[in-house]
């Protein structure tokens, strides 16, 4: 049970999505303290879009270790799975994942949308509207995403050429963009070799991918035929992602910078892997 006086501690403010002409809400956590001495997280919610329940999950380590939190709700009336997993890069139509129900269906086309199209510029603009909001100094922000959420961090990574995000951290993805020049979006960048230099840059920057060594069950998890190639559970693909990195950074000869995170005892759960993000975090 979170205290009162903590919950009376979360602000809502809203950020304007000129492409959804829509007013997002954008769930904030502030402890108390000098603001300007905490770090600032971007969390990123599941397929349920929960962004309140993912920012309390976050509230007792953002006590603890002076952490601002912020949870942008992209809610699923406003942004569909293209938009929010995949980033609106391309057109796909399918739903994985609607209340409970899983429904492992898609159909997508090749052609790269234009950038002013896709989701990503968001991010860096609420936080430039919060700092300012705030009157934070710019120490830039940390990226958090599990699940699905994992599924838009590690693509705003490699897509969405951010100028303030130091440090990106994707937990238990179901299914990831391959650094793969044989296959086109989702699954490879192929199709993406206009933005060769941004995803060359990916590989250098402050990159955790985790793994929970325990989350190894099917359900919710993508199990179409090119999902599967991936690796039958999000522990193999999360390996078998981190490996196509590898493989790619050595033959274009860039020096990268990730560490691959396997988590004991660690199933699909959010709450599970904080304690390891927060150590990521701190160092």
């Known amino acids: 049970m979170i205290d009162n006086k903590y919950l009376s501690r979360i602000k809502i403010f809203e950020h304007r999505d000129k492409n959804k002409n829509y007013n997002m809400n954008i769930f904030t956590y502030i402890p108390e303290g000098n603001i300007n001495e905490m770090e600032i997280v971007f969390v990123m919610s599941g397929c349920y879009r929960d962004a309140l ?11 603890k270790n002076k952490y601002i939190i912020i949870t942008p709700e992209f809610d699923k009336p406003h942004y569909s799975i293209a938009d929010h997993e995949y980033g609106n890069i391309i057109n796909i139509d399918y739903d994985y994942c609607s209340q409970d129900i899983y429904t492992p269906k898609m159909s997508y086309d090749n052609n790269i949308k234009d950038e002013s199209d896709w989701i990503y510029h968001n991010i860096d603009e609420i936080y430039i509207e919060f700092i300012k909001e705030f009157n934070i100094k710019n120490n830039g922000y940390i990226m958090f995403g599990h699940s699905s959420g994992a599924q838009f961090t590690h693509r705003f990574l490699m897509f969405g050429n951010s100028k303030y995000c130091k440090k990106y951290l994707c937990a238990n993805a179901g299914l990831y963009t391959f650094y793969d020049i044989t296959s086109n979006y989702p699954y490879g960048i192929q199709n993406l070799n206009k933005y060769k230099e941004r995803i060359d840059r990916s590989l250098t920057k402050n990159v955790f991918i985790l793994a929970g060594e325990q989350d190894v069950k099917s359900k919710y998890l993508n199990a179409l035929p090119n999902d599967l190639k991936q690796g039958k559970t999000r522990y193999e693909r999360a390996t078998n992602y981190f490996n196509s990195a590898i493989n790619y950074a050595k ?29 990521i975090i701190n160092s």
């Open 251 to 279: 033959d274009n000869n860039i020096k990268m910078n990730w560490k691959f995170v396997s988590m004991p005892n660690v199933h699909h759960s959010s709450k599970e892997v904080v304690p390891f993000a927060i150590k």
């Open 53 to 63: 329940n993912y920012l309390k999950i976050w509230i007792e380590p953002a006590n």
